[in-house]
């Protein structure tokens, strides 16, 4: 007699389709950051000459007493950063989750004012406040911007709205019956807030820390511009790479830059493993109680940060009409006639337009596509996780290493996608795979929310999966889809590090115009450049909001009542 439990399900035609386009994206990660980064590995332990020289690279590296303190001083910035920004974002995050205070919609519109800036612009802000010529020098009290404070306080405004966003999404829900009990028993609102409120929050707390700690010690636009003579890893690879031709250190570095990173990144998904749910069935949702002291001592804080976030993007456009700074403050447009000055023109800035585009466009296809594959195929379970895991990789590897890495890659002598390098398409393919872990996991998330039975009910009644795809999944799902390509969008444009060895004469792109504006001293139009991109990423959010909305009335009728 047979026995059935051997029986092994017959794979369809329309398994084996979905498991060829899942083989055929997981492929296309493989070979845009798993092969890079083991030539960079490969290149760090050799000569100029590509002969295997083991550690030696290595022990130079730690040897150089310059090249070795900028470890020390990276981990230094970034820790001061993290000390700073994460109890700072976490009161501002309570101020709009747990508070009455007014205004919420503005000041968190106006805490999302950064994540429209490369990080550049707001470095350049800090020049015009306490530069050599800075109208508030002496609020640093004879301390030099070029250094360690300048680093610090670009890196706290670039991060801040990213570390606000986790804080928002940890304190977005809390079980009223908690804050009841304490009340019952007689707690005060401090004893109330570090037993019940902060050990709610924890996990995001420790989750936004790892987070600002990873784009503090990867960023490289700020302590370009106000570095100085204070060296740190990220600004180390490019003065290797760029500055001395030295591609073996600029791998060597890049490599060190990697560690901390991946180790912020392991420990940040060991953190989220341990979330549990903090809303039960029975939860009843935490409404704030108005307190007059409470809520204007809040308002207070948040119009304080707000201000200072609003005058960096106002010095930054005020900067960038200001005829001849600061002897002639008149406002003209001279700035941004980039076609004039040294670095920068405005096909740099059509080009950014054309990355983004396509960044949007393709990236969010692939993402989806990918992530719904490994949601909602069926078998193929180890297929499905070794695609999970090619997808978490991109987050822990810094722009400039992946670049870097790109560089050595594709521009390797028999690489048949040689053809690639130096064009369009190779700065698509980075910036996607650059941030192609977020995006996936905001389309997991939103698949997560539908339930199975979509997919078992399309096949009893044969109807094939791409229908089940394009005509329930997509116009069910379109809310995440829009999110994610704005993601890409607004991301392509701002990203400094992640292109910044990759583009050519021809494909030269508005970041980068900034930074070589900024080397060649042409520091107003640098700064126009930067608003440029402000204001192209504003409008196409807000046209992306209005044109979305009618869109999302019709495919999304069936979440009102």
Partial sequence: MTDIAAIKPKVSSEDWIMRAVLVGIALYLFVSILLPLYTILSKSFKDADGAFIGLSNYANFFSTPSLFWSIQNSLTVTLLCCFIVVPVAFTYAYALTRTCMPFKSIFKGVALIP??????????????????????????????????????????????????????????????????????????????????????????VVSAFFVCFTLVITDFGVPKVVGGKYNVLATDIYKQVVGRQDFEMGAVVSMILLLPAVLAFVADRMVQRKQVAL?????????????????????????????????????????????????????????????LMDGGSWDAYFNSIELAAWTAVIGTALVFTGAYLVEKSNGFLAGRAGMQLLCM????????????????????????????????PILVICTVTHFYTVSHMTAITALKQMDAEFESVSASLKVPFYRTFIRITVPVCLPAILDISMYLFVNAMTTVSAVVFLYSPDT??????????????????????????????????????????????????????
């Avoid at 009223?176 to 019952?184: D, F, I, M, T, V």
């Fill in 115 to 204: 994540i429209l800036m490369p990080s550049l612009l707001p470095a350049i802000a800090l020049v015009y406040f306490f530069g050599n010529q800075g109208i508030i020098k002496s609020w640093l009290f004879g301390y030099d911007i070029y250094g360690p404070i300048g680093i610090v306080m670009g890196e706290c405004f670039y991060v801040f709205p990213h570390v606000l966003t986790i804080m928002l999404i940890a304190m977005a829900n809390s079980d009223a019956r908690l804050y009841e009990a304490s009340n019952a028993l007689g707690a005060s609102r401090i004893k109330t807030f570090f037993t019940v409120t902060l050990p709610s929050v924890r996990y995001g």
């Fill in 279 to 339: 809303l039960s069935a029975r939860a009843v949702p935490f409404q704030p109680k108005p307190s007059r002291t409470g809520d204007m001592a809040m308002l207070t804080f948040c119009a304080a940060i707000g201000f200072i976030l609003i005058s960096v993007l106002a010095m930054a456009a005020f900067a960038s009409f200001a005829k001849f700074w600061p002897y002639d403050l008149s406002l003209v447009l001279n700035h941004y006639d980039f076609d």
């Fill in 393 to 424: 990789v991109p987050m822990a590897v810094p722009g400039l290493v992946l670049g870097l890495a790109y560089v050595f890659f594709f521009n390797a002598p028999g690489n048949p996608l040689g053809f690639l390098y130096h064009t369009m």
């Fill in 508 to 561: 030269a792109l508005a970041s980068v115009a900034i930074l070589n504006m900024d080397d060649a001293g042409d520091v107003a139009p640098a700064a126009a450049m930067g608003m440029m991109i402000v204001a192209t990423a504003a409008a196409v959010r807000l046209l992306h909001a209005i044109l979305t909305r009618g869109i999302l009335a019709r495919t999304q009728a069936w979440r009102r009542r």
